[in-house]
């Protein structure tokens, strides 16, 4: 063992004890100094320069490390290198102001408008859940509410108004916005309503309530949309934040509003809502590779 690979074993003991950090972190930080000590192969730690740092990183990239790991490799040699200049004198921490290459943001995944069809088509639902599940999933689709926002909501206390079609919710940052309800789900949340009578626990204010009366949990949310996809055959696994980048899809396809759009999903900033462009250029891109002729394959 060398002096750095001692100094190195050194850094990580004082993590162990000094941070308590839990064994995977631990070793995750000492994969990322080994990783260090083969690029540096028999050059001395105290020698390295900012400028090598961003070629190693630029190296790993191209090996194919994913950006996510490569943020968490810079992460430990960063950190080491600030012990370093704490407590073993060295001059500069070369890691400093180096950044991980962007991730590319995967796009949302949303139904198309015949799977969302599917997955809402009327069917027998006596059953009070089964009112409930359309409710909840039809609000969801209509409003583009979020999960949380959904499971918060409360009866009686005027946020939402069936008559006017409009619910009022809180979202990230405590912003409130109100949204349009469409018809379809304003019939099904009518019919839950009256059925929920019979099923909540008595004096509890949540809308949307359990098999014990009580506010229902985001994990029986997703749990009930996911075995209501699965029996209409959708195939792939159905989540209630798809039916929100469903909402949005089908309305900017349709509106072309991307503001009006920002405004409804509750997006501070109108970057986050320009995701859905790029759905909706994908959809735009088959049209044209299915009928231009020129772009067709001979």
């Known amino acids: 063992m060398n ?30 100094l080994e990783l260090l000590f083969s690029l540096l192969k028999n050059q001395e730690v105290k020698t390295l320069e900012t400028s090598q740092i961003r070629r190693f990183i630029a190296l790993l990239h191209s090996k194919g490390l994913a950006p996510r790991t490569l943020a968490l490799v810079l992460s430990a040699w960063r950190g080491w290198f600030r012990w370093l200049v704490r407590h073993r004198g060295y001059g500069a921490n070369p890691v400093l102001g180096i950044r991980a290459p962007k991730a590319a943001k995967p796009l949302p995944k949303a139904l198309s408008v015949e799977q969302a069809e599917r997955l809402l088509a009327a069917e027998d639902e006596s059953s009070p859940w089964l009112q409930r599940d359309r409710a909840m999933f039809e609000l969801l689709y209509s409003s583009g509410l979020r999960l ?72 029986v949310v997703g749990s009930r949309l996911n075995a209501w996809a699965r029996r209409r055959g959708l195939g792939a696994r159905v989540h209630p934040h798809m039916l929100r980048h469903s909402f949005a899809t089908h309305v900017l396809q349709s509106s072309q509003d991307l503001r009006a759009v920002q405004e409804m999903l509750g997006h501070a900033s109108i970057s986050t809502t320009q995701v859905y462009t790029h759905l909706d250029f994908q959809a735009l891109a088959k049209v044209y590779d299915a009928a231009h002729p020129r772009a067709r394959k001979k």
Do not use: C, M
Not at 7 to 25: E, F, M, N, V
Not at 179 to 195: D, M
């Open 3 to 32: 002096l750095d690979q001692k100094l190195a074993k050194d850094y990580l003991d004082a993590l162990k004890h000094q941070r308590r950090l839990s064994p995977a972190t631990l070793g995750n930080y000492a994969r990322a």
């Open 148 to 219: 949380a926002e959904l499971v918060a909501l409360d009866i009686g206390d005027g946020r939402l108004d069936i008559a006017q079609g409009e619910v009022t919710v809180t979202g990230k940052g405590s912003k409130t916005r109100t949204v349009p309800v469409g018809a379809k789900a304003r019939e099904a949340l009518a019919a839950w309503i009256s059925a929920r009578n019979g099923v909540a626990a008595p004096h509890e204010k949540a809308l949307f309530v359990g098999a014990r009366g009580k506010r229902i949990s985001s994990g």
